[in-house]
């Protein structure tokens, strides 16, 4: 089937049209991307270079922190500059290119939390095993899944995207190109498009969400059953807290927006949705990973310490 795709580019409307609040969002947003991408850096750039963070779930939490800095990155920059500059245009191969990358990595996110959930189960429920069962393979082998997953899936969405027609509406009431407005602009049948969407992309959520839901069931019954004491049983839960609030961070606005059945209408609501998985959650992971955990905190510290360290030397 051939693309007859006649409209060129979409307009992004993006948040809001009030002068006042484009400056309070550019400013919001602006530092909300920036801790994004410096957080997690330092988070990619500590499970790289400190010895003690090598094991399965650091190396799971720098995967994490590193799809999070692409993620943010594809759709924030574009954001920030229709707060600056009004409404975006992008052509309709960047805007599929947008919606490619989106779905790759909010698909890849959720597999990666499922991985992480199951890294915790392991850790807690079987630790005599730990190391056999989350080998070094094992660890590799689960992060090309969840990654190769996300690819598929988003790829899924952007070929039969790619051959819907657009003729008149290229207006997106998005600030960026997801699927649910582009659908609502299509002249052509999307009956094939919603399945996608209702069958596919819901899968894609309540899959690895189930997966993390009976993760923490067996862990919570593992802990009750043979842990006695109460300071003992805290300590699991501890070591969980961190991957416990970055999956509400993620799972609630993702579950609000795509596993209810979609007719082809958009709300509003959606946008102001897509701005928590899409923008703050990014910026958060990385601070609830380092004022909860112990590790990061101190590999943090060495960090820092080495650098200035080395800055003295420079300037003496």
Not at 113 to 120: C, E, G, I, K, S
Not at 212 to 224: E, K, N, R, T
Request: with cysteine; glycine share 6%; proline share 5%.
């Amino acid at each position: 089937m051939l693309n007859q795709t006649e409209v060129s580019e979409f307009i992004l409307l993006g948040l809001t049209d009030v002068q006042g609040l484009q400056h309070f969002f550019f400013i919001s947003f602006l530092l909300l991307y920036l801790t994004s991408l410096l957080g997690n850096g330092a988070i990619v750039t500590m499970v790289i270079f400190e010895p003690r963070l090598h094991t399965p779930m650091y190396f799971f939490l720098g995967n994490l922190s590193c799809l999070d800095i692409f993620y943010s990155t594809v759709t924030v920059p574009k954001m920030l500059t229709g707060f600056l500059f009004g409404h975006q245009p992008i052509s309709f191969g960047g805007c599929l290119a947008q919606l490619h990358f989106f779905h790759f990595l909010g698909s890849t996110e959720a597999v990666l939390l499922a991985t992480m959930a199951y890294d915790r189960y392991v850790a807690i429920c079987n630790p005599l095993r730990y190391a056999l069962v989350m080998s070094p393979q094992t660890c590799l082998l689960l992060a090309v899944a969840s990654w190769s997953t996300g690819f598929v899936h988003a790829t899924m969405h952007s070929v039969m995207t790619s051959q819907l027609s657009f003729c008149g509406h290229k207006d997106i009431r998005h600030f960026f190109c997801d699927i649910k407005p582009l659908l609502a602009l299509a002249c052509s049948t999307t009956s094939l498009n919603m399945t996608l969407l209702n069958v596919v992309t819901t899968s894609i959520v309540l899959g690895p969400f189930t997966l993390i839901v009976l993760s923490y069931l067996y862990i919570i019954s593992f802990v009750f059953q043979k842990v006695r004491c109460q300071e003992g049983r805290w300590k699991p839960f501890s070591t969980c807290a961190s991957h416990l609030t970055i999956v509400a961070l993620f799972y609630i606005p993702v579950l609000c927006n795509y596993t209810p059945p979609s007719s082809g209408s958009f709300p509003k609501r959606d946008v102001q949705v897509s701005l928590m998985y899409s923008a703050v959650t990014p910026a958060l992971n990385p601070l609830i990973y380092t004022l909860r955990n112990q590790e990061v905190r101190s590999a943090l510290r060495k960090m820092l310490g080495r650098k200035r360290f080395s800055w003295r030397k420079v300037t003496k």
